[in-house]
């Protein structure tokens, strides 16, 4: 029996993933998406992975967080005909923003959205390279829901599943991922 073509598309990508040791402290391994992002076919693949799990969806806009979440977050708000809007670190929005301070598995940090990104009633689909502990896409989801938007899913590439991150997300929206861990 051979392997169906979306799982082995979807190892090819995964291929593309480096693990770096002790980064960015003693004791984690990383999983290092920037040799996938430099393979076109690996890039490819992933980002129809993601909007293929959508089309057919109102999704009004795709919130993408920093930095990473930008390149995935971008592309799939294009392909989706929704717009994008970036969750940022703090300053480096030029109009006035909300602001929200959140925990990750390595440290305190806080999260800005420019105040009129997001209008009521919108349908967001929060992007990010890996799910983690799922703190920083509940802070995005945290601003989103705070201009009156409505997050109906998160997506990432990546999920550490032995971290339980999805039980730190919003309750009611779904959760996406090309490649667990």
């Given amino acids: 029996m051979t392997e169906p073509k979306r799982d082995a598309r979807i190892h090819y990508a995964e291929?593309?993933?480096?693990?770096?040791?002790?980064?960015?402290k003693k004791g984690i391994?990383?999983?290092?998406?920037?040799?996938?992002?430099?393979?076109?076919?690996?890039?490819?693949?992933?980002?129809?992975?993601?909007?293929?799990?959508?089309?057919?969806?109102?999704?009004d806009v795709v919130v993408g967080v920093e930095a990473r979440g930008f390149i995935f977050g971008g592309a799939l708000a294009a392909r989706l005909n929704a717009g994008f809007v970036p969750?940022?670190?703090?300053?480096?929005?030029?109009?006035?923003?909300?602001?929200?301070?959140?925990?990750?598995?390595?440290s305190t940090t806080e999260l800005e959205m420019h105040k009129d990104a997001i209008a009521a009633g919108a349908r967001v689909v929060v992007?990010?390279?890996?799910?983690?502990?799922?703190?920083?896409?509940?802070?995005?989801?945290?601003l989103v829901a705070g201009q009156g938007g409505?997050?109906?899913a998160f997506a990432f590439v990546i999920e550490l599943g032995f971290l339980?991150?999805?039980k730190n997300l919003e309750a009611g929206a779904?959760?996406?991922?090309?490649?667990?861990?």
């Fill in 87 to 106: 969750a940022r670190k703090p300053g480096k929005l030029p109009a006035e923003s909300d602001r929200v301070s959140f925990s990750t598995e390595y």
């Fill in 29 to 59: 391994l990383f999983k290092d998406i920037t040799p996938m992002l430099a393979d076109p076919r690996a890039l490819h693949v992933v980002l129809d992975e993601l909007s293929e799990r959508f089309i057919g969806e109102r999704v």
């Fill in 15 to 24: 291929t593309k993933i480096r693990n770096v040791p002790d980064f960015p």
């Fill in 174 to 181: 779904r959760v996406e991922t090309v490649i667990a861990y």
């Fill in 164 to 166: 339980d991150g999805r």
């Fill in 127 to 142: 992007v990010d390279d890996v799910l983690a502990t799922g703190g920083t896409a509940k802070a995005a989801a945290a």
């Fill in 150 to 152: 409505v997050v109906t």
